[in-house]
Nanobody, 114 residues
Framework: QGQLVESGGGLVQPGGSLRLSCAAS????????MGWYRQTPEMQREMVAV???????NYGDFVEGRFTISRDNVENKVYLQMNDLKPDDTAVYFC????????WGQGTQVTVSA
């Protein structure tokens, strides 16, 4: 059974940076589109960034060049580098693997506050 485990969330001041990591087990990320999504109690889960198995990347409109998704198919991991964080980026961030199956991690909290 596949599993995703996120890490790297925390509290950061506006303008700061965080790097989220997602470790996959039980399947090979090489064959999957890997993505990051976020959710708050007030909004539905939204796409932050996706790195497809074919090598393309897509970002939510709100990212505006601040975040970078990367993947390491040897280590079976995916990362999200987040710079210039804003209070509106506060959310639970989830890792997702989409392919022959759909996997979700349990999420990591990111809080941007002074």
């Amino acid at each position: 059974q596949g599993q995703l485990v996120e890490s790297g969330g925390g509290l950061v001041q506006p303008g700061g940076s965080l790097r989220l990591s997602c470790a996959a087990s039980g399947f090979r990320t090489y064959y999957y589109d890997m993505g990051w999504y976020r959710q708050t109690p007030e909004m539905q889960r939204e796409m932050v960034a996706v790195a497809t198995s074919g090598g393309t990347t897509n970002y939510g409109d709100f990212v505006e060049g601040r975040f970078t998704i990367s993947r390491d198919n040897v280590e079976n991991k995916v990362y999200l580098q987040m710079n210039d964080l804003k209070p509106d980026d506060t959310a639970v961030y989830f890792c997702n693997a989409w392919g022959s199956r759909n996997y979700w991690g349990q999420g990591t909290q990111v809080t941007v506050s002074a």
